[in-house]
């Protein structure tokens, strides 16, 4: 076995994780251009009622709605959220195209006590109005590793960037990653550019949510450096790409897992799959029998709260210990059960021996179970809407202490002073809106030295933010 086939062979009993970091949003809604870097556990969204926090979690959960659910025909990822698709386009205005910017860690786990590799792609999406006006359509998808490789589709071209000097090298290492492409790699500033023009047409966007098919070739060591070509569905015309890996001294690795290691146009599209968004749960449609749906994914309002837990204990045998724990700390001497019935399932709860069907139950129990099970279902990143009704105090600081405490971001709006005062004042957002920026958002300048001299002064953050920070 040669080095090369070693190397892929020890990458692939790796684990992976990615880490997204920072989002940039434009054009959607109220959001006119919006920037957000993002930390493990708890970004806690405050700001005035109208001023666009809801508007920010939704613009993520787009990303999921068009990007993640696959192809679907029609292709309509604006329901069935919003009427037309111009409801989400800033101020209505068909001229505007909706804008992406997702940053990412991608990390590179051992095993033992071996170097971890990082690397730092981007992903850049364009939406604009479809001709017939019917609905959004990708025009613009671009990966970015680093500064050294750029692959682009749009309906016209399909086209890779990659450095001169490492494509150079690269060339004469594996002469064979240039066999078919040389007649059309021309070269441009510090990059050797391979474009393939192709027809423009209207249905062409389906490609883009088509996995591309990837075949990595080579590998070796120091750095870490893996090429190969990248086959798309339009005359199955390779396109060659590269990204290096560099060791770090990173200790504490954060983000989803992903097994995709060596496809990662592959592990993104997992990012997009598996973005959460929660709102306050449906409580009349929970407290009835639901048909049985086999999935691992809860809807915005947990409707489906029932299905997804009785997935998850035929998976793991179990109600998961996450939520058990919680139960014993929050309801003591409460159990549940999902009760299943021809083909039809409910959640059921125990209460020192009396059986509780789901029109007894608490709103909050409701409340805290959805979140929970959004937790285990391992989400790439948690939206949380309005995360303060059904819960007291109590429950609050326990669930907030269970969201900051995960290594993907979690993203969640408030009007809560409780929240705002469990919350590292680093992590605290202050989102408003004006009529000639449209949604933004502000970290506290030096936050905690204003958490210090609030101190002195007998005033809680909540209070300074909610008062002095937020009011109109």
Do not use: C
């Not at 190397?7 to 970091?21: G, Q, V």
Request: proline letters at 6%; charged letters at 25%; glycine letters at 4%.
């Amino acid at each position: 076995m040669n080095g090369a086939s070693m190397a892929e062979r020890a990458l692939r009993e790796r684990e992976a994780r990615i880490f997204i970091r920072r989002i940039a949003v434009e054009n959607f809604k109220s959001i006119r251009r919006l920037e957000m870097d993002l930390k493990p556990g708890i970004n806690l969204l405050i700001g005035p009622n109208a001023g666009g926090k809801t508007n920010i979690l939704e613009a993520i959960y787009f990303l999921y709605k068009a990007m993640g659910e696959g192809i679907r025909s029609p292709y309509m990822p604006h329901i069935p959220e919003y009427w037309d698709p111009i409801d989400i386009l800033y101020r209505r205005d068909t001229s505007n195209t909706l804008k992406y910017t997702i940053e990412l860690e991608h990390y590179i786990i051992p095993r033992e006590d071996e170097e971890i590799y990082v690397f730092y792609p981007s992903i850049h999406i364009e939406f604009s109005i479809a001709p017939d006006r019917s609905t959004l359509i990708p025009v613009k998808i671009e990966y970015r590793f680093g500064n050294h490789t750029i692959i682009t589709f749009t309906n016209s071209y399909i086209e890779s960037r990659i450095k001169h000097d490492l494509f150079e090298t690269l060339s004469t290492k594996i002469p064979d990653l240039v066999e078919n492409i040389s007649e059309t790699a021309i070269r441009v500033g510090d990059y050797i550019v391979i474009r393939h023009e192709q027809e423009h047409r209207s249905e062409q966007w389906q490609m883009f949510l088509i996995a591309p098919i990837i075949s990595i070739r080579y590998s070796y060591s120091e750095p870490l450096i893996f090429a190969g070509s990248l086959y798309t569905y339009i005359g199955r015309r390779p396109i060659p790409f590269i990204f290096k890996l560099a060791k770090s001294t990173i200790k504490e690795v954060r983000g989803i897992r992903t097994r995709d290691i060596l496809d990662p146009f592959m592990s993104y599209r997992n990012i997009f799959r598996n973005i959460l968004l929660l709102k306050h749960p449906d409580i009349g449609a929970l407290r009835n029998l639901k048909p049985f749906m086999q999935s691992e994914r809860l809807d915005p309002r947990a409707t489906n709260l029932a299905s997804v837990l009785f997935a998850l204990i035929g998976k793991r045998g179990r109600i998961p210990e996450r939520i058990d724990y919680a139960l014993s700390r929050l309801f003591p001497g409460t159990f549940i059960r999902i009760e299943s019935k021809f083909g039809q399932v409910a959640l059921m709860a125990e209460e020192s021996g009396i059986v509780l069907p789901p029109p007894n139950l608490a709103d909050g129990l409701f409340k805290i179970l959805s979140i929970l099970t959004a937790v285990e279902l391992n989400p790439s990143i948690l939206l949380i809407d309005e995360i303060e009704n059904s819960m007291h105090a109590e429950m609050l600081e326990y669930i907030v202490d269970e969201l900051d405490a995960l290594s993907i971001p979690v993203i969640v709006a408030t009007h809560s002073p409780v929240v705002a005062d469990l919350v590292a004042p680093d992590k605290i957002y202050i989102v408003s809106r004006k009529p000639e920026t449209g949604t933004v958002v502000e970290r506290l300048e030096d936050p905690e030295k204003i958490r210090d001299k609030l101190k002195k002064l007998g005033v809680s953050l909540s209070d300074y933010i909610f008062y002095s920070k937020t009011r109109r």
